[in-house]
């Protein structure tokens, strides 16, 4: 098997093999490659220690990555290359990273010590595949395989646990029955794991292809670090709009939208606070009043507890708490939310309304093109440069002060106030119009 390498990668290996050094290319950009998909960095390992990569590259831009576990960075020809010392991982004291690190001369120690079998594999252009554990037969099936003994492997490193859910779902692949025997049981362990961690891994599973269905498997795995997830699964709607449960309709939604993160993320958990919030009536049917609230503060929890920064948390929060918008295919209604939300969330609203729809009973898919509709008429709205933003007003705070107005606070007032003149076209968006509205309103700010 011939596996096509960049020039910049092959001028590290020639450097290092100049040297005297053993070198080639591992890990995921092989098994990438194998898999036809598009390597996003080659790295590479080597018989050289860490300070005789720093002497071979001393001519080149070298950066010390993590040098006390190997780990050198050498931009090639402008492109950075991740060089790291053929090494076995050390006890794992606390099922989170090895102490220490041993560095080996031997490839295949270097591969021993690495978490699956897709990712042990080697290539050298001229030695070609180094791959004792059969890499690129679980590759080619599709399969997710420790190396060596699954259990062993998750208590050296519970994030190995999500790693695999991550692997599975991004790459599509099944999940061999042992290690997915071993991963429940230790998964307990993921508390140990630093919550960046967690959530990194997290990230990348739910914008994986494959998310619905390792969702819907593995749902008690990510419920160790969200148990708020737990009592949606099989928790029944009662009502002619949901033809699913609880968690199947939150599966169907994250599957169905974009895999940008805040939207996955806004996805899976827009309905976490249905459960709590279920009454039903006399007919019996299912009611979920308030659960637009209560979801939300308990997404502002969750995303607290992963270490969500600022903007992240602001924008999941916002789409998870205004999830249920009500489309309305009126230039007025789009004005209002478009001043509300701003252009991006308002159009990310729409995706997560689009989404939740799809995830509903499949009667109600005629839906979709009203919301289409209406983010082509925003889309419209916005190329035409209507006015729905304080930033679009044709008079600015100091117009009005020039004009007489009184500075303070209430400036900002009568500039909200033209705003909502403007979009509900009770005046036109030109400076002397503006002005002469505000003075004609005058009394309204200073009466007070
Ligand atoms: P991608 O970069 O697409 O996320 P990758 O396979 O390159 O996938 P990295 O996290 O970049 O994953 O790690 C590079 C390689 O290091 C892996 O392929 C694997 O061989 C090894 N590795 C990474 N993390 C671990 C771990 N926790 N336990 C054992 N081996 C690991
Ligand atoms: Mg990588």
Same mark, same amino acid.
């Given at each position: !098997? =011939?596996? %096509?390498?960049?020039?910049?990668?092959?001028?590290?290996?020639?450097?290092?093999?100049?040297?005297?050094?053993?070198?080639?290319?591992?890990?995921?950009?092989?098994?990438?490659? !194998?898999?036809?998909?598009?390597?996003?960095?080659?790295?590479?390992?080597?018989?050289?220690?860490?300070?005789?990569?720093?002497?071979?590259?001393?001519?080149?831009?070298?950066?010390?990555?993590?040098?006390?576990?190997?780990?050198?960075?050498?931009? #090639?020809?402008?492109?950075?290359?991740?060089?790291?010392?053929?090494?076995?991982?050390?006890?794992?004291? /606390?099922?989170?990273?090895?102490?220490?690190?041993?560095?080996?001369?031997?490839?295949?120690?270097?591969?021993?010590?690495? /978490?699956?079998?897709?990712?042990?594999?080697?290539?050298?252009?001229? @030695?070609?595949?180094?791959?004792?554990?059969?890499?690129? #037969?679980?590759?080619?099936?599709?399969?997710?395989?420790?190396?060596?003994?699954?259990?062993?492997?998750?208590? %050296?490193?519970?994030?190995?646990?999500?790693?695999?859910?991550?692997?599975?779902?991004?790459?599509?692949?099944?999940?061999?029955? %042992?290690?997915?025997?071993?991963?429940?049981?230790?998964?307990?362990?993921?508390?140990?794991?630093?919550? +960046?961690?967690?959530?990194? %891994?997290?990230?990348?599973?739910?914008?994986?292809?494959?998310?619905?269905?390792?969702?819907?498997?593995?749902?008690?795995?990510?419920?160790?670090?969200?148990?708020?997830?737990?009592?949606?699964?099989?928790?029944?709607?009662?009502?002619?709009?949901?033809?699913?449960?609880?968690?199947?309709?939150?599966?169907?939604?994250? &599957?169905?939208?974009?895999?940008?993160?805040?939207?996955?993320?806004? !996805?899976?958990?827009?309905?976490?606070?249905?459960? #709590?919030?279920?009454?039903? /009536?006399?007919?019996?049917?299912?009611?979920?009043?308030?659960?637009?609230?209560?979801?939300?503060? !308990?997404?502002? $929890?969750?995303?607290?507890?992963?270490?969500?920064?600022?903007?992240? =948390?602001?924008?999941?929060?916002?789409?998870?708490?205004?999830?249920?918008?009500?489309? +309305?295919?009126?230039?007025?209604?789009?004005?209002?939310?478009?001043?509300?939300?701003?252009?991006?969330?308002?159009?990310?609203?729409?995706?997560?309304? $689009?989404?939740?729809?799809?995830?509903?009973?499949? /009667?109600?898919?005629?839906?979709? $093109?009203?919301?289409?509709?209406?983010?082509?008429?925003? @889309?419209?709205?916005?190329?035409?440069?209507?006015?729905? #933003?304080?930033?679009?007003?044709?008079? *600015?705070?100091?117009?009005?002060?020039?004009?007489?107005?009184?500075?303070?606070?209430?400036?900002?007032?009568?500039? &909200?106030?033209?705003?909502?003149?403007?979009?509900?076209?009770?005046? $036109? *968006?030109?400076?002397?119009?503006?002005?002469?509205?505000?003075?004609?309103?005058?009394?309204?700010?200073?009466?007070?």
């Amino acid at each position: !098997m =011939k596996i %096509e390498i960049p020039d910049y990668v092959l001028a590290v290996l020639n450097r290092l093999e100049q040297c005297g050094y053993e070198a080639c290319v591992v890990g995921g950009s092989i098994r990438d490659a !194998m898999l036809q998909k598009e390597v996003h960095d080659w790295d590479i390992a080597t018989s050289a220690l860490p300070g005789q990569i720093l002497e071979a590259f001393r001519n080149e831009i070298t950066i010390k990555t993590g040098i006390r576990h190997g780990t050198v960075t050498v931009i #090639s020809r402008g492109y950075p290359v991740e060089i790291t010392t053929y090494r076995i991982d050390g006890a794992y004291t /606390d099922g989170r990273r090895p102490e220490q690190v041993t560095f080996t001369p031997s490839l295949a120690e270097d591969l021993a010590r690495r /978490d699956f079998t897709v990712n042990a594999m080697a290539y050298h252009p001229a @030695k070609g595949l180094t791959d004792p554990f059969g890499g690129r #037969s679980d590759a080619l099936r599709g399969i997710i395989r420790c190396v060596g003994n699954a259990r062993t492997r998750f208590t %050296e490193d519970a994030l190995r646990i999500l790693r695999a859910l991550r692997f599975a779902s991004v790459l599509h692949f099944q999940i061999e029955p %042992e290690t997915a025997n071993a991963l429940q049981q230790e998964k307990e362990r993921l508390r140990g794991i630093a919550a +960046e961690r967690v959530r990194e %891994e997290l990230r990348l599973l739910l914008c994986g292809e494959n998310c619905g269905d390792i969702l819907r498997e593995y749902c008690t795995v990510l419920a160790v670090w969200i148990p708020e997830l737990l009592p949606m699964v099989g928790f029944l709607q009662h009502t002619p709009y949901h033809a699913y449960d609880v968690w199947e309709h939150t599966v169907r939604t994250v &599957q169905a939208i974009a895999p940008v993160p805040v939207l996955r993320f806004a !996805m899976l958990l827009h309905d976490i606070g249905k459960p #709590s919030t279920f009454t039903r /009536d006399e007919q019996g049917r299912g009611h979920f009043y308030g659960h637009g609230a209560v979801s939300t503060e !308990m997404t502002v $929890k969750i995303l607290e507890r992963l270490k969500f920064d600022r903007r992240a =948390k602001e924008t999941i929060t916002q789409l998870v708490k205004y999830h249920d918008i009500r489309c +309305e295919r009126s230039p007025l209604w789009i004005k209002k939310q478009l001043r509300k939300f701003g252009q991006p969330l308002f159009f990310q609203l729409l995706a997560v309304h $689009k989404a939740d729809i799809s995830g509903q009973n499949p /009667d109600l898919l005629y839906r979709l $093109k009203d919301i289409d509709a209406c983010a082509d008429m925003a @889309k419209e709205i916005i190329c035409r440069e209507s006015c729905f #933003s304080l930033k679009q007003l044709a008079v *600015n705070g100091s117009d009005l002060i020039q004009a007489g107005f009184p500075q303070g606070k209430v400036i900002g007032q009568i500039l &909200q106030f033209l705003l909502d003149a403007v979009i509900h076209e009770a005046c $036109k *968006n030109e400076k002397s119009a503006l002005l002469h509205y505000a003075a004609q309103n005058q009394r309204l700010f200073t009466e007070t």
